[in-house]
């Protein structure tokens, strides 16, 4: 065999070592990843549910001290505008939810 044959079936073997090597590590990369999945999704969850608590609680503040205001605080009509543009979007986010339960059930 010529200098060139064994110059390429090391290459060749050199090149399927490192490749196999690089592999086996991805695999391995991909497997752990792969087991801290649940985990990782478990905290985004409790921290998602913690802050739509959150933002309930301070929606709830809100409307009660909306409630106690008096009424004539809403006659300016930029404000009487923003406050319907804000109810428009409280309807599209309550839509949506609406949408992602029936697709989660």
């Given at each position: 065999?010529?200098?060139?044959?064994?110059?390429?079936?090391?290459?060749?073997?050199?090149?399927?070592?490192?490749?196999?090597e690089?592999?086996?590590?991805?695999?391995?990369?991909?497997?752990?990843?792969?087991?801290?999945?649940?985990?990782?999704?478990?905290?985004?969850?409790?921290?998602?549910?913690?802050?739509?608590?959150?933002?309930?609680?301070?929606?709830?503040?809100?409307?009660?001290?909306?409630?106690?205001?008096?009424t004539?605080?809403?006659?300016?009509?930029?404000?009487?505008?923003?406050?319907?543009?804000?109810?428009?979007?409280?309807?599209?986010?309550?839509?949506?939810?609406?949408?992602?339960?029936?697709?989660?059930?």
């Amino acid at each position: 065999m010529a200098n060139t044959d064994y110059l390429l079936k090391a290459a060749i073997k050199k090149l399927t070592e490192k490749i196999n090597e690089v592999l086996v590590e991805k695999i391995e990369e991909a497997t752990n990843i792969a087991q801290d999945a649940p985990e990782i999704l478990r905290k985004e969850f409790e921290s998602f549910k913690e802050s739509i608590i959150e933002e309930a609680s301070r929606m709830e503040k809100a409307e009660n001290i909306e409630k106690n205001e008096p009424t004539n605080t809403y006659q300016n009509p930029n404000i009487i505008k923003v406050l319907n543009e804000i109810e428009e979007i409280n309807n599209l986010i309550n839509q949506f939810n609406k949408k992602i339960n029936n697709q989660i059930k």
